[in-house]
Nanobody, 115 residues
């Protein structure tokens, strides 16, 4: 069983920044890969960014150049640095990780960007 706890969401003006954190209850080396998804009202959940244990990353086209995913294995934490936020980035952001055949999800953290 793995627990993922997100934090760092909030309300920010367009052009601002936020950093999300995802604390895992187990070593990140057991969870492969780690990622962030988001879900806006009345929209499907979509991948935002993903990072492997080796540090390889991939991003949704809509966030490339603005968001950065990183990990601190010593702290069992994955981060999502979000810069140049836009109203269309408003969503609930979820941390996820795969261990074995199961995907684990956090409870989500709300990000609201005002224009």
């Amino acid at each position: 069983q793995v627990q993922l706890v997100e934090s760092g969401g909030g309300l920010v003006q367009a052009g601002g920044s936020l950093r999300l954190s995802c604390l895992a209850s187990t070593s990140l080396f057991r969870i492969e890969p780690m990622g962030w998804y988001r879900q806006a009202p009345e929209k499907q959940r979509e991948l935002v960014a993903r990072i492997t244990s080796g540090g390889s990353t991939n991003y949704a086209d809509s966030v490339k150049g603005r968001f950065t995913i990183s990990r601190d294995d010593a702290k069992n934490t994955v981060y999502l640095q979000m810069n140049s936020l836009q109203p269309e980035d408003t969503a609930v952001y979820y941390c996820t990780g795969n261990l074995g055949i199961r995907d684990y999800w956090g409870q989500g953290t709300q990000v609201t960007v005002s224009s």
